[in-house]
């Protein structure tokens, strides 16, 4: 079955960074685009981060562009969200999630994704 298990989150800084893993298993990571929503407390889950199937076609949120980098390796059917001049709104739960097709495209929105992990706490201290 398929699984996607985070890991990485933390409590840092403002100004620090973190790097986020996801491990994907049970179906044919090279095949799918990938990517990473975040949802903070009382807000609705929102997109932050797409990846296509070979890394070369990124997407980003506007409020994460220039910071953030997304990133995969397919050999180790992992996916990475490397988090860097943080801000305490970036403080939210992060989950990675898997496409729902073989899409040529990167997708912004959750109904297009099928599969998400459990989701791995980021806390950014002011």
């Known amino acids: 079955q398929v699984q996607l298990v985070e890991s990485g989150g933390g409590l840092v800084q403002a100004g620090g960074s973190l790097r986020l893993s996801c491990a994907a298993s049970g179906f044919a990571f090279g095949s799918y685009r990938m990517g990473w929503f975040r949802q903070a407390p009382g807000k609705e889950r929102e997109f932050v981060a797409a990846?296509?199937?070979?890394?070369?076609?990124?997407s980003y949120a506007d409020s994460v562009k220039g910071r953030f980098t997304i990133s995969r390796d397919n050999a180790k059917n992992m996916v990475y969200l490397q988090m860097n001049s943080l801000k305490p709104e970036d403080t939210a739960v992060y989950y990675c999630?898997?496409?729902?097709?073989?899409?040529?495209?990167?997708?912004?929105?959750?109904?297009?994704?099928?599969?998400w992990g459990q989701g791995t706490q980021v806390t950014v201290s002011s």
């Open positions: 999630a898997k496409r729902s097709s073989t899409s040529s495209s990167n997708s912004y929105y959750r109904r297009d994704y099928n599969y």
């Open positions: 990846i296509g199937w070979i890394g070369a076609s990124t």
